[in-house]
């Protein structure tokens, strides 16, 4: 008897295992510098860009910035926009399609497509040397996740206060910056941080972790040392 569905994609084609296809390419069209707001089909919130001048032809490091739960494009735009524009950053902050990412709601899936969409158009109109993700609290657990595994298309990944990473599955060895409060109340630096890093390490990965005095926040001090890591090699 035939299947009553059609056959199963591979998983590395697959948002449902998180898997992203939009890679730079060269740009086809000009997009502008400074503050974007982009819009989804029916007029909702899709992402928040923010483009340093540019710079010859000298292509921009993209970063994925990913807010916490319940915040918004714009919160995940501000985790590093003062320091954009001295490192030379192009910010690009999704809105969640709902009040989280999904992976954390019910598994990979609308994120991943709105996230592959929204690379495309902005790899289109920049661009694009090398891309990293980054995020803070629900966020830098999705971006951990989602960068590992696509560790072909991201060569790092920067986590503020992360939860967990939970990739379905993982490529590449993108390089890691992890930072967390140790009053934090929201995610306990023992059960998160401290303990997600030695795992991390033990898989492979090349992390760097900034542990601070203080409670569930990113320091203006540590998102000038992410950013330093960021284009440390550049």
């Known amino acids: 008897?035939?299947?009553?569905?059609?056959?199963?994609?591979?998983?590395?084609?697959?948002p449902r295992h998180g898997r992203l296809t939009?890679?730079?390419?060269?740009?086809?069209?000009?997009?502008?510098?400074?503050?974007?707001?982009?819009?989804?089909?029916?007029?909702?919130?899709l992402a928040m860009v923010y483009a340093p001048e540019p710079a010859a032809d000298r292509p921009y490091r993209l970063v994925l910035l990913l807010h916490g739960a319940g915040g918004s494009a714009r919160q995940g735009l501000d985790l590093?926009?003062?320091?954009?524009?001295?490192?030379?950053?192009?910010?690009?902050?999704?809105?969640?399609?709902?009040?989280?990412w999904d992976l954390i709601v019910e598994g990979f899936g609308?994120?991943?497509?709105?996230?592959?969409?929204l690379l495309a158009t902005v790899f289109a109109g920049y661009p694009v040397g090398q891309v990293a993700f980054g995020g803070f609290s629900?966020?830098?657990?999705?971006?951990?996740s989602l960068g590992l595994t696509n560790g072909d298309l991201v060569d790092a990944v920067v986590a503020f206060s992360p939860g967990f990473a939970a990739p379905l599955m993982t490529h590449g060895r993108p390089r890691v910056y992890v930072s967390h409060g140790a009053a934090d109340p929201v995610l306990p630096v023992d059960v998160c941080s401290r303990r997600l890093v030695p795992r991390l390490r033990s898989l492979g990965y090349d992390v760097?972790?900034?542990?601070?005095p203080g409670p569930h926040e990113v320091p203006a001090d540590i998102r000038h040392r992410a950013a330093d890591w960021l284009t440390v090699a550049e």
């Open 1 to 14: 008897m035939a299947e009553p569905a059609a056959p199963h994609r591979q998983p590395e084609e697959n």
């Open 22 to 45: 939009a890679r730079p390419a060269p740009p086809t069209t000009r997009a502008a510098t400074g503050m974007v707001t982009l819009t989804d089909a029916e007029g909702g919130p």
């Open 80 to 100: 590093l926009l003062p320091v954009a524009d001295a490192h030379r950053l192009l910010l690009v902050a999704p809105q969640a399609a709902s009040s989280s």
């Open 110 to 117: 609308v994120d991943v497509r709105r996230i592959d969409g």
């Open 138 to 144: 629900d966020g830098a657990s999705y971006a951990l």
């Open 208 to 212: 760097t972790y900034d542990e601070f």
